[in-house]
Every structure is written in structure tokens, then in C-alpha cells.
């Protein structure tokens, strides 16, 4: 009872948040839960989650196989990087390394999100950037969980538009939610193995956390909230590597 508790909470917390800025489930998850269990345990319970959202965040627009063109030495990258990382993953020394790596961007993520106002147009170097960057954002994946940095930063600099950037965001992170679900199937920790069925209830938490989110959120001033946001990541992140 006390683990539905966390799982529900927790999920339904970080999806309000989703639904209110349109981004934030995967970190604030990962972020809260490890606090109470292993980062292995909490990647598997985000894994259904994050799955259902980026695959409605990717198809909502269409004109995917255009994406898919554009972006597959990135999205390649990002396979590589999951099948060879050079980081401790999520399966190894307890979870110790990870905690530190999760916090630690979690951290980065908040500066980021409190101090980038303007980001250089890496457009012209997207040829050679996107396979560096993908094989990084994928050896951060199952290292972490999620693959925020350096993935989110990167596409922003590529100055797309709103929904391009939606889209490929929502590209991107499918493609990272395989490849953990992947990892996590085949390098299972003592007593860590995949449980779909608690995935599915974080996913029913996080779906009414969504729908609570978009009631509420032209109620709220974005900009402040998102600031708030970015603030708490920030904070978390510190308390993560401090502990």
C-alpha cells in the first residue's frame, strides 16, 4: 500500500505538471522516486508512462517518416549510445552512480531552463552534431532513465518551429523509451526486474495528473510556474548528488 501510494503521487504530480507546461514527467519522476527506491525501479516504472505520452506527443501532428529522415543519425546515435554507454548504468554499482548522474542533471536542466534565454543556431552543423549528440543523450539514458540533457538544449538550437520542436522532442524520446525498455529488460538487477503492471498504474496516475494539469493551467501565469519548475529541478538535483 505504501509503494501504490508513492507510485500514485508521485506520477500524478509529475503528469499535472506535464499538463501544465507541456514537459517535466520524466524528471520530476525519476527525480522524486528515487528518493524512495532504486533508480533502476523507478526507470521500469516510468517506461509505460513515458511511452503512451511521447507516442501522442510524436503522431498529434503528423508527418512523421519526414522527421524520421531528418533526424535518424541523431536517433541512431541515441540506439548506439544505449547498446555502448561509457557512463555506470542503471544496473550497476546500486544505483549509487546513477543517483549522482540523475541528479546531477537534473541540476543542469534547472540552470538551464532559469538562465538560457537565447541558444546558438547549430543548424548549419546538424550533420555532424546530431550522431554525437544522440550517442551521448543515449548513453545518459540508461545511465538515467530519461535523456533531457543533452537532447532538449540541442533541438532548441536548431530553432525550429513550435511544433517541429514538439514533434521531435516527441520523436526523439520514443526512441530513448525504447531503448531503455530494452536495456532494462536485459539487464535486470536483483529483485529489479520489469513490472509493467505498476508501470500501468503510474500511467493511469500520470493520465489523471494530465487532465487536472490542462484544467488548471489558464488559471496560473506560465512563465512564473515554469520558473518555479525549473527552481525545484534545480533544488532536487543538489539534493540528489548532496545525499
Given at each position: 500500500?505504501?509503494?501504490?501510494?508513492?507510485?500514485?503521487?508521485?506520477?500524478?504530480?509529475?503528469?499535472?505538471?506535464?499538463?501544465?507546461?507541456?514537459?517535466?514527467?520524466?524528471?520530476?519522476?525519476?527525480?522524486?522516486?528515487?528518493?524512495?527506491?532504486?533508480?533502476?525501479?523507478?526507470?521500469?516504472?516510468?517506461?509505460?508512462?513515458?511511452?503512451?505520452?511521447?507516442?501522442?506527443?510524436?503522431?498529434?501532428?503528423?508527418?512523421?517518416?519526414?522527421?524520421?529522415?531528418?533526424?535518424?543519425?541523431?536517433?541512431?546515435?541515441?540506439?548506439?549510445?544505449?547498446?555502448?554507454?561509457?557512463?555506470?548504468?542503471?544496473?550497476?554499482?546500486?544505483?549509487?552512480?546513477?543517483?549522482?548522474?540523475?541528479?546531477s542533471m537534473l541540476a543542469i536542466y534547472g540552470l538551464y531552463g532559469l538562465c538560457a534565454k537565447k541558444l546558438p543556431d547549430l543548424a548549419g552543423h546538424e550533420r555532424?552534431?546530431?550522431?554525437?549528440?544522440?550517442?551521448?543523450?543515449?548513453?545518459?539514458?540508461?545511465?538515467?532513465?530519461?535523456?533531457?540533457?543533452?537532447?532538449?538544449?540541442?533541438?532548441?538550437?536548431?530553432?525550429?518551429?513550435?511544433?517541429?520542436?514538439?514533434?521531435?522532442?516527441?520523436?526523439?524520446?520514443?526512441?530513448?523509451?525504447?531503448?531503455?525498455?530494452?536495456?532494462?529488460?536485459?539487464?535486470?538487477?536483483?529483485?529489479?526486474?520489469?513490472?509493467?503492471?505498476?508501470?500501468?498504474?503510474?500511467?493511469?496516475?500520470?493520465?489523471?495528473?494530465?487532465?487536472?494539469?490542462?484544467?488548471?493551467?489558464?488559471?496560473?501565469?506560465?512563465?512564473?510556474?515554469?520558473?518555479?519548475?525549473?527552481?525545484?529541478?534545480?533544488?532536487?538535483?543538489?539534493?540528489?548528488?548532496?545525499?
Amino acid at each position: 500500500m505504501t509503494f501504490l501510494i508513492i507510485v500514485t503521487a508521485v506520477f500524478a504530480f509529475a503528469g499535472m505538471i506535464k499538463g501544465m507546461i507541456g514537459l517535466g514527467l520524466p524528471a520530476v519522476s525519476m527525480g522524486l522516486l528515487t528518493i524512495a527506491m532504486s533508480p533502476f525501479q523507478a526507470a521500469s516504472l516510468l517506461i509505460v508512462p513515458s511511452m503512451v505520452t511521447n507516442v501522442w506527443q510524436l503522431f498529434a501532428e503528423g508527418q512523421v517518416w519526414s522527421f524520421i529522415c531528418r533526424f535518424w543519425s541523431l536517433l541512431l546515435g541515441i540506439i548506439l549510445g544505449s547498446i555502448w554507454s561509457f557512463l555506470p548504468t542503471l544496473n550497476q554499482s546500486q544505483g549509487q552512480s546513477s543517483e549522482i548522474l540523475l541528479g546531477s542533471m537534473l541540476a543542469i536542466y534547472g540552470l538551464y531552463g532559469l538562465c538560457a534565454k537565447k541558444l546558438p543556431d547549430l543548424a548549419g552543423h546538424e550533420r555532424w552534431l546530431s550522431p554525437f549528440i544522440g550517442y551521448i543523450g543515449g548513453a545518459v539514458t540508461v545511465a538515467t532513465g530519461v535523456i533531457i540533457i543533452p537532447i532538449v538544449p540541442y533541438l532548441q538550437s536548431l530553432h525550429l518551429k513550435r511544433d517541429e520542436l514538439v514533434q521531435a522532442l516527441g520523436l526523439t524520446f520514443t526512441v530513448s523509451t525504447i531503448c531503455l525498455a530494452i536495456f532494462l529488460h536485459y539487464h535486470p538487477t536483483t529483485g529489479g526486474a520489469l513490472d509493467y503492471r505498476w508501470s500501468s498504474v503510474a500511467l493511469v496516475a500520470a493520465l489523471i495528473g494530465m487532465w487536472f494539469g490542462k484544467k488548471v493551467r489558464y488559471q496560473l501565469n506560465e512563465q512564473k510556474f515554469r520558473q518555479l519548475f525549473f527552481i525545484g529541478l534545480l533544488a532536487l538535483g543538489s539534493y540528489m548528488v548532496l545525499h
